[in-house]
Structures are given as C-alpha cells and as structure tokens.
DNA sequence: CGTGATGGATAGTAGCAGTATCCATAAACG
DNA sequence: CGTTTATGGATACTGCTACTATCCATCACG
C-alpha cells in the first residue's frame, strides 16, 4: 500500500499523513527503495485510532503522540498507561482561585474522596482540575450544584464500573491497554454527549414554557 | 473601580480585560471623562465567570461571547440558553466515520434514546457527537464498551436528574437560567475529572501487577 | 519515454488567545 | 504646580497548534 492508498482508505488527506509520519505519531513505511515506501494494515488502523482521538476527543497531537509510544512499549505499565490518558484529557491548569477557596474545596474534595473509599494518589491531574471546579463553582455562587458532590461521585462511580468491566473482557494485555486507553478517552466523549442528550430530554419537560 | 483594581481583584491582567471588552465579553464600564471608565461588582462578577468557562472549561472565546449575550438577554428562552451551552461544549465535527458505520451508530443510540424514553431533537449537536463516537469506537473494535451503550445511558441519567434538582433550587428565572448554562458546563468538568478519580482507584486495585 | 505519484525537506497558513506598544489625557502624589 | 503613574482606545505583534503548500529528485506505470 503505498501513501495514496492509505489516505484513501482513511479519508485522511496525503500532506496530513506525510504530516502524522514527520510527528511520529505513525510509523515509518517499510522503504521499497530510497525513496518509495509501503504501508500495511497496522497503519490503517493506527491512522484511525489517530484521527479518532484528534477529531473526536480534540485530544493535542502531542499528547496523541505521548499516548501512542506508551501503547506501543510493552515496557510500560498499564497504571502509567492510564496516567498518560488521564494527562491527555486534563491539561495544564494554571490555579485560578484564590488560596481560600481551593482550601475549602480541596476540604470538601478529600472528604468525597475517602467518604467513597478512592484510594487517589494527590499528584492525580484529575484531583486539582476537581478542585479548581469546586472552588469556581462556590465563588460563582452555585453551592447548591456542589452541596451535590457526593451523589455525583456515587452515580459516577456506577457507571466507572462499568467500563472497567466492559474493558476487562479483553484476553490479552496489549488489547486490554488499548482498550483502557481508548475507552478512558472516547468514553469521555461518549458520556459527555449522553449526559447533554439526557438534559435536553429532562429539562425540555421540566421547563417548557420559561 | 478602575481598570487596575478590577485586575487586582479578579488576578487577571489588564491587557487581557482589554481584550475581553474589545471583544464585547465584558460590557463597557461607565465613562466618567472621553477617556476614564469605571467599574462595579457586575463586572467583578462576570469577569470571574469568564474565566472559569475559559480556564476551566476550555470553552473558546467565542461561544463564551455568545452564551453571555443570551444571559444577558432575557427574551432568549430557557431552551435556548441550554442550546448554546450545549454548542459550546460540542464542537463542529466533520463526518469521520463511514457512511454504513455512522448508519450502524445512528440506529443503536436512537434505539437507546427510545428505549430510554428520552425526547431529543435529530438537530441536537450532541447527537451527532454520540453517533460519531459510537461508530469510532466500533471501527476501532471497541464493540465491548458499546454494548454498555443502554447501561451507560441509565446511569447518566441518573446524575443529570441530580443536577437538574440541584439547579432548580433557584427562586429566579434569571439566577435558573445562569445556574443552568453555569451547571451545564462547567458540570462537565467536574463529571469529567470524577471519572477520571474513580477509575484511577478502580483500576489501581484490579490491575495493581500489570 | 512521458506522465503522474512518492518521499523528504522546508516554508507558509489560519485561527485562537492573548501581549505589547503608542499616545493623548487624567489622576495621584509631593 | 509639576512630575510620575495609570487609563482608554487603537493598532500591531507574538506564540502556539494543526495543518497545507511547494519543491525536487526519484520511482512506477502504461
């Protein structure tokens, strides 16, 4: 399969792949002659995987990039695998509020957390980004959203297990990495559009004539 | 409150609440002189809220511009309001799936949708982000964690029902509808990094060896 | 042999979210 | 009152990301 090909298989256009190829994001072809490669299946379907993570979960290249060595280095742990997922879905948040009230909502927030009985080690990126949250919610004056807290993390917990259990069918390791990783991210994507159908759906009859 | 104090008080620089104002994100303060303006708590207020929809939830300048205007403007209906935030956490998407693949998609989550008993209009931008999701995650061989689709859409729809009670606490229309586009996205967040928690100590307990 | 694709390198682009600079005026301080 | 500092408003510039576009010296194919 020679570069053409692929990017019709794909739908991705020829200089984006030269472009993923140049980023290392997709592996080299097999060289025919100086300069004439060809691709095989494996390609296909990292470009896909690729495409599906960029297009669909908006997740930076870079961090694409990050993901892919990592899935691809048996070396690496599937607890450091679903760390560089975790990265690639939260970025760099600089503190936005102010000392007092990330004090209050890390309070709250460690209370949650061991009132579920998470064990959650506090370099977790999820764990500020939560925090931060909480404390723009109180200082927008939204308590009634956070006094909440805890009813989330039960029905989030809920469905948590559920993906773990549906990855878990997975027979061999590296599958299953891939799917922790794949389904950690696109689901993210997926819960986030069911949880807007769903409002929609239950706000539409609750608030018909406001 | 000049320009600076208002800086100091919310912590974001000044060439940036220029930037906002040039941008119409933040209503003009209140001319004293050609050239001297002063500020109020209003604009304390929204700057904060500005922030956290940006920072927070990383929605683009833009939508943040549109969704305030509908605040703003109290002849937007409640339903509409909730459309924009909606638009502003789902992106525009380009078809990436195949047309037999997002055909697949499409049937299983509107057999979710009826089978949940939900109404949703075919026009809901979140819809076409699930289909879309749906058919990447089969394409990708993931049918494992969509055959949870249904499973999934229960358990979402329990903690939307939370919010929507936690939101509808609000005496006003006016504070509904801020809590609402509030809730809408910035719940988003909060959600996100929960899963994000929760699956860290689910999985650290199940694949401690791997 | 001529036409078109390919690999590889380098340069250019569009959009986004600010930053930086200028300037004429106003405010605050000594 | 004079000097330093801050302000409103306009315009320009920057850094980053994710591509696109162009070139060119080969290949491949009919």
């Known amino acids: 399969m020679r570069i053409g090909e692929l990017s019709?298989?794909?739908g991705v256009p020829v200089p984006t792949i030269k472009y993923y190829l140049r980023e290392g994001l997709l592996p080299q072809g097999e060289l025919t002659s100086p300069n004439q490669a060809s691709y095989g299946e494996p390609h296909v379907r990292r470009l896909r995987l690729i495409r599906a993570l960029v297009e669909i979960?908006?997740?930076p290249v870079a961090q694409v990039k990050e993901i892919l060595?990592?899935?691809d280095s048996d070396a690496v742990p599937l607890h450091e695998q679903i760390g560089r997922a975790h990265r690639a879905l939260t970025p760099r948040r600089k503190p936005t509020a102010s000392d007092e009230?990330?004090?209050?909502?890390?309070?709250?927030?460690?209370g949650v957390i061991s009132s579920r009985g998470w064990s959650v080690e506090p370099e977790a990126p999820a764990l500020t980004t939560l925090i931060e949250t909480v404390a723009a919610l109180r200082t927008l004056g939204q308590?009634?959203?956070v006094t909440f807290l805890d009813a989330y993390a039960e029905a989030v917990e809920r469905f948590t297990e559920l993906e773990i259990e549906a990855v878990s069918t997975n027979p061999t390791r590296d599958q299953l990495a891939e799917s922790?990783?794949?389904g950690t991210i696109l689901g993210e994507t997926l819960i986030s559009s069911l949880r807007l159908l769903a409002q929609e759906s239950i706000s539409a009859n609750r608030w018909k004539k406001l």
Do not use: C, M
């Not at 009230?101 to 460690?110: D, F, G, L």
């Open 8 to 10: 019709r298989a794909t």
């Open 57 to 59: 979960a908006q997740v």
């Open 180 to 182: 922790v990783v794949i």
């Open 143 to 145: 308590d009634n959203l």
């Open 69 to 71: 060595e990592s899935l």
């Open 101 to 110: 009230a990330r004090e209050a909502a890390a309070a709250q927030v460690t």
